[in-house]
């Protein structure tokens, strides 16, 4: 693409340029700090403890000298936005519930398509295509068997569709032809939930790169019913949102993503749940008696490959989440490309090593972290 900007804004110059300068909030910041104060926040710049010790300088919190302190500097609004990255990662959509004739549960989901302006990173301004008004779109849950209804109402300037990752009739695909719909229209998607797993919906329409990296994409959680596997019992219960033994784990709907904001085909930031370094800034507080779940899926366009690695830990991995014993056991890292997704299950209360404190999570290319998809675990001994 043409390239319109007076500078080449590439991410392979973004970080040379400086993240503050890409952001007016950035550039206020830094300005109101003095030359000395200023000296103390670039990179891995080491100061003498008052027992004579060297260490990390004390000018920032702990979270946000990690990393060398390479994070973007200020705050998104995410009242502005309408959304909330702390908040996406437990805000499950449920739907409503009734009872068809035959006495089978429906779940009905309402979603409505948006232009809409969004921030995601300080002062970084994106015109992103929205289900529902945020990016990801909603987290919509449900159970194994149940009968689903999407009522898609089209509020863009595009035309749209949505496509969910499970087993449905051809005329169900959101596709063109089988429920694309155009400006001021409406389509209602039907078909039952299955098979359980961790999926994902996308707007289908054409050209399709454009309309997913805009960020028309969420999670679709399907929950196993615990009574059609009975030798899984135990464990299909730990996954059925509202039961006794899903209430003890700490679950987190997790969307890797990125964003080409100067339209070049390379994103200039990467972030998981949208905000570049937004857990960074606010860390996901774990409880460590509990354990956690995570439903992982990688929407990042124009690379083939996304990551997620902890540090300091170990997990199991369900690649699609469609078994209920995991695809892989121990591993730190997994690699997922585009609409690959997973459940990655672990504790920090199995071992003594695991101290309450702050635990890096983020991709392991080098260059996705630097731009925005590098966050924290802080381990608590209770969650307040």
Known sequence: MRNWLPFNLGRRKLLGAGLAAAGGAALAARSALSQDAAAQHQGHQMSATTDGKAGTSDAAP????????????????????????TSMLTDWDLGTVSTLPDGRRLRTFEVEVEDKEIEIAPGVMFPAWTFNGRVPGPSLRAMEGERLRIILRNYGSHPHSMHFHGIHAARMDGIPGAGVINPGEEFVYEFDARPFGCHLYHCHALPLA?????GMYGLFVIDPDPELRPEFRDV???RLHGSPENARWQELAMVMNAFDTNFDGENEFYACNTIAHCYAKKPIRIEKSRPVRI??????EFDPINSFHIHGNFF???DQGTTLT?????VDLIMQCQAQRGILEFTFGEHADHEPGLYMF???QSEFTELGWMGMFEVVEEVA
């Not at 995991?326 to 121990?330: A, N, V």
């Open 62 to 85: 702990p979270h946000m000298q990690a990393h060398g302190a390479m994070i973007t500097v200020g705050d998104v609004d995410n009242e502005r936005n309408g959304f909330d990255p």
């Open 210 to 214: 454009r309309h997913i990296h805009k």
């Open 236 to 238: 299909a219960l730990s």
């Open 295 to 300: 439903y992982l899926a990688n929407l990042t």
């Open 316 to 318: 199991d991995y369900f």
């Open 326 to 330: 995991p695809t892989l056991k121990t």
């Open 362 to 364: 983020h991709a392991h």
